[in-house]
DNA sequence: ATATACACGGATCCCCTATTTCC
DNA sequence: GGAAATAGGGGATCCGTGTA
């Protein structure tokens, strides 16, 4: 048959010791597919030089001889072919390995022991990569396939016939597509339970939403609410069994959640095992596979299950204004709504006119998990066609994983051999290493300074390693003739033959590009979170050849890369000095200077200027001009503190950087109070209206005129408590909790605050109270240690010392401006 | 489990010295 | 009077959270 199709979730499984890929898609009437289809498996084993003909012909009688058993099957090689490939891109002989089942690629890899073989590479890729590699039939793009149908044959032990999609194709060919639309079908879902332990509790109730569709399942019948969206089951073994039958009467291609990675899907999985209902969702009838992690991972055959939260984090978490990844903030930055107001209370607690509300609240947070998934939708696509791995995968790798699995599937364009994985002691010895030297960043002099441009690189990094060609494959262990030569603590050396990394990398800037432009023509959320992923992906690469668990480590590439940068960002200030504007700061890509009554114009025809004399696809941007912008000292010493400062535009909106308004770990008073002074003195110009405002606050401060909530810090664990080596105040209120059986690990954002105790307590952590512990907060602890710090340094702009204001003392100093 | 380095700043830890306390 | 305990100063270290 024929049809045209979208490849949406890959899985492989064995039959007669061969392996084959179940690929599961759509075509464009909307009919569910699965394509069955092989591919060889091979490694790669690289000949030293000059192994005579003989020779190599001698070797690979001998390999094609190996045969393997272990314990559960008996393989062998199945044919050696010697091609001419490149490796770390100088040219190799390589025998091209192949064997039956992928698995057996590190057994054979094991018994090739021979003199004449350099090296073994390419048997640790997985059999999914092999088979995208291989065929070509990437993820979520459009192919036309002919193949012959299976639906209903007895092949491969009958697993077509137990599968629930519309035709089972075996593939002959395929041929790609112009791209055109594709609008998955999308499920989201969310569970309450009483108890937050996997398992722990019964489930109350589940919501499910998509496209027309609004349900939430419960056995709990308090209140009797009435409600067309409400189904009521018997008990909790029913509501199990109608989630399945919702699944699967729906049939979507993506099941989506929030943390239903660490928390929904497991948490099913467990309590249908306890209700001794066999968990089906797989479109093959079986149940969720976990795969053991920090968080374990659960794969739904057939499903793309779709954790957000993970996405989020690798793609997102770096530009977001949120302080959490909490579903109400996400969804507040991305949607502009959030959740329902609804107190967590354990269900016996309930009273029966509050279950309506649960039942809103459960219901809405699908609703946000469905309309989170469309607004990412765009990015995942994008993601996942670009990195040509399969969405499920895509959606929870971390950024070197994308750039390694990017690399991985473009190297055949290359015709390189991949590099294989550190093994642990690789490892060991990387983690080593001592950190090379990085950006530079310009100890700006404390001041408020009027008139301000701003330029900055673009994709720096990242374009230092494409003009520059830095990568492991084009790293030379001896100068060569017409070399690159970078002088970081020794001299490295680079060829310019242009390698496959920098090459490869070329094309994510281009994306970023790309863009970026279409942002500029109109902006929107996505569109920014777009841009700034792709400039996470090229960012990536730079971390990625820096990070010791990558294939293409290279720690000289890094450091060159940082002193190529240092150097020009400094040629770039020294340039700008000469034309009579002054430079204020930098830090890595972005320099800020004064304009001195220059026009914006002459700052432009600069830029331009400076931008001719730029060496390959290296380019300085105008980030923007500002009407004025504060930089002040250091708490300790007088010279001025880097990465702290703040700008404001003509449209009086503020940019405000490193400042504790934007640390979520300072108190809110502290904080507000911090950026109204910021806002006021960038907007006058002057002192004068903030510090009134300064002294009012400290005086209602001193009456105790503000709650509890706004002296509120907030820290997060990092790690399991018995870990600390040092018992600071966020570990104490951590103790508290866990004593009080409130749920805490790593990552919970521990909140507290510093109270009155009448004793002459020498440590902050004897002060700490959690929230609803009653107490009065500490006025001297937050005067001297949370607003005053936030705020002096900028008085201090202005030759004001704040320290009076607080001891009440007459202000000497202030007549003296 | 894990992209990199640079930077700030609070709180505690730890060592040293000076002072106080105890017998 | 001498030894032990305590206080406090200051630098080192830990820790969380930013910027790029």
Redesign the pocket.
């Known amino acids: 048959m024929k049809t045209d199709f979208i490849p949406i979730d890959y899985d492989y499984f064995d039959f007669e010791n061969r392996n084959y890929v179940k690929i599961i898609g759509r075509n464009s009437s909307g009919k569910r597919i699965c394509i069955l289809d092989t591919c060889p498996i091979y490694l790669w084993a690289i000949l030293k030089d000059r192994v005579k003909e003989k020779k190599i012909q001698e070797l690979i009688k001998k390999i094609q001889k190996i045969k393997i058993k272990t314990r559960d099957r008996e393989t062998k090689v199945e044919k050696v072919e010697l091609h001419e490939k490149n490796f770390l891109g100088k040219p190799v002989n390589a025998l091209k390995i192949f064997a039956t089942n992928y698995k057996d690629l590190h057994d054979i890899a094991d018994h090739l022991a021979f003199a004449e073989i350099e090296k073994r590479r390419g048997y640790d890729l997985g059999f999914t990569s092999h088979y995208v590699i291989e065929k070509k039939l990437l993820p979520l793009q459009w192919y036309e396939i002919e193949g012959e149908e299976v639906s209903n044959s007895q092949e491969f032990g009958g697993l077509c016939k137990v599968l629930d999609v519309d035709f089972c194709v075996y593939l002959n060919n395929h041929t790609m597509l112009k791209d055109q639309e594709f609008k998955p079908k999308v499920l989201a879902y969310d569970i309450e339970a009483d108890e937050f332990k996997i398992g722990e509790g019964e489930i109350l109730m589940v919501s499910l939403v998509s496209d027309n569709f609004n349900k939430v399942i419960t056995w709990k019948k308090n209140g009797d609410v009435k409600a067309d969206y409400i189904e009521y089951v018997k008990d909790e073994a029913e509501l199990l069994e109608s989630f399945i039958k919702n699944v699967k009467e729906i049939s979507p291609d993506f099941l989506v959640g929030y943390f239903s990675d660490g928390f929904d899907l497991p948490y099913l999985k467990v309590r249908a095992d306890k209700n001794k209902i066999k968990f089906s969702l797989g479109l093959d009838e079986s149940q969720p596979r976990f795969y ?3 968080i374990p991972t659960g794969k739904i055959s057939g499903i793309v299950h779709i954790d957000l939260l993970k996405f989020i984090q ?1 793609a997102y978490s ?1 530009y977001m204004q949120s ?1 959490t990844l909490s579903l109400n903030e996400v969804a507040k930055e991305f949607l502009g709504d959030s959740k329902k107001d609804f107190k967590f209370q354990h269900s016996s607690k309930l009273e029966d006119h509050q279950w309506k509300k649960y039942f809103e609240y459960n219901l809405h947070d699908s609703v946000l998990n469905y309309k989170l998934f469309e607004k990412f939708w765009p990015d995942l696509l994008e993601f996942t066609r670009i990195i040509q791995e399969p969405i499920f995968d895509i959606s929870r ?5 994308n750039v390694e699995d990017f690399i991985i599937h473009n190297l055949n364009k290359f015709n390189e051999i991949p590099e294989k994985k550190p093994g642990h002691d690789d ?1 060991v010895k990387r983690r080593e290493r001592k ?5 530079f ?1 310009f100890e700006p002099k404390p001041g408020l300074y009027e008139d301000i441009a701003v330029f ?1 690189f673009t994709s ?1 990094w990242p374009s230092i390693i494409v003009t520059y060609n830095l990568s492991k494959s084009t790293f030379l262990e001896k100068k060569e003739k017409n070399s690159t030569e970078v002088n970081v603590e020794k001299k490295f050396y680079f060829t310019k033959k242009p390698g496959f990394f920098p090459q490869m990398l070329k094309e994510i800037i281009e994306k970023r590009k790309q863009y970026k432009a279409e942002l500029k023509v109109k902006s929107d959320p996505i569109k920014t979170a777009r841009s700034n992923a792709f400039k ?1 992906l090229a ?2 690469s ?3 050849q ?4 990558a294939r293409y480590y290279c720690p000289e590439a ?1 450091a060159s890369v ?1 002193a190529i940068g240092r150097d020009l960002t400094k040629k770039t200030i020294n340039q700008i000095n000469k034309h009579d504007y002054t430079v204020i700061y930098s ?4 320099i800020s200077f004064k304009l001195n009554k220059n026009p914006k114009k002459q700052a432009l025809e600069l830029l331009k200027e400076i931008n001719s004399t730029l060496p390959g696809i290296i380019e300085l941007d105008l980030e923007g001009f500002f009407k004025r912008g504060i930089w002040v000292t ?3 010493g007088d010279i001025g ?4 400062y703040a700008l404001i535009d003509e449209n009086k909106r503020l940019k ?3 400042f504790e308004t ?4 300072w108190c809110n008073l502290a904080r507000e109070v911090q950026n109204k002074i910021l806002n006021q003195i960038l907007e006058d110009g002057n002192e004068k209206n903030a510090l009134k405002y300064f002294k009012e606050i400290v005086k209602k401060i001193k009456s105790r005129e503000f709650s509890i909530e706004e002296f509120t810090i ?6 399991p408590l018995s ?8 570990v104490i209120a951590a103790k508290r909790m866990n004593e009080l059986d409130l749920p805490i690990s790593s990552g919970t ?1 521990v909140e507290y605050y510093i109270a009155e105790t009448g004793k002459k307590d020498k ?4 002060k700490v109270k959690l929230p609803n512990e009653p107490g009065e907060y500490n006025i001297q602890y937050y005067l001297e ?1 949370q607003i005053l ?1 936030a705020v002096e ?1 900028i008085f201090q702009v202005f030759n004001l010392e704040t320290k009076e204001i607080i001891d009440g003392k007459r202000q000497t100093k202030l007549c003296d401006f």
């Open positions: 053991r992690g920090a690798t770096q302080e790798n971390g950024m070197s994983n490892i950190p090379y030297e990085g950006a960043v900055d720096y996470l960012n990536a730079y971390g990625y820096g990070f010791f668990g890094s940082t830090d890595t890509d972005s250091k708490r300790s503190a880097k990465k702290k405000i950087r490193g934007v640390r979520r770990d907030r820290t997060q664990l990092k790690k870990e600390y080596k040092t018992i600071s105040p966020h954002l440590l902050v952590r004897d240690h710090p340094n």
